[in-house]
């Protein structure tokens, strides 16, 4: 039998006193909202045709290259399934997420060129799909969000810093 000898003596327990999956997933909970961000983005770039990836260029740096690892990124599992947990997302939109990540996967690398954004038929569904998993999000607005985004200039000075950067 283990003795909680903070518990005898009054004292409450503290967040380094729980188990490591609960010490992880508070550590994983105070970055929720970052997280959360990483998931719309990466789906509100989706909305954008060539035109409006192309005008991202000082945050993303190369949108074509960003457009897929910002999804890889938002998807990572840990953080992913944060955003669940939490709540920020309801879990009946866990699957739409999903099946939307895999179709982003499943578009063929021939078409991951500029050429084919605009007028590719699997682009144009994706882009449709994209706007459609927004509004089950409720989002309205299909701006990037660049409060944790900081952009450097090609010296590597800070040009401009979000909101919620370190």
Not at 32 to 46: E, G, K, M, R
Not at 70 to 88: H, I, N, Q, S
Not at 151 to 158: K, L, P, V
Request: one cysteine or more; a negative charge; charged letters at 30%.
């Amino acid at each position: 039998m283990k003795i909680n000898l903070k518990s005898i003596f009054g004292s409450k327990p503290t967040p380094t006193d729980k188990p490591s999956v609960e010490k992880e997933e508070i550590e994983y909970d105070i970055h929720v909202d970052f997280y959360y961000t990483n998931i719309v983005n990466s789906i509100i770039l989706y909305t954008y045709d060539s035109a409006k990836l192309d005008e991202m260029a000082p945050i993303l740096i190369d949108p074509l290259t960003e457009l897929y690892e910002e999804l890889e990124y938002a998807f990572t599992p840990v953080c992913f399934d944060t955003v669940f947990r939490v709540g920020l997302i309801e879990d009946s939109l866990k699957n739409e997420l999903l099946t939307f990540k895999k179709e982003v996967d499943d578009i063929p690398k021939e078409i991951w060129d500029w050429e084919f954004i605009d007028n590719h038929e699997t682009w144009t569904t994706i882009r449709q799909k994209s706007n459609i998993l927004l509004n089950k999000l409720g989002v309205t607005s299909r701006t990037y969000n660049d409060d944790f985004t900081t952009i450097y200039d090609s010296e590597g000075n800070i040009i401009r810093k979000g909101k919620n950067c370190p």
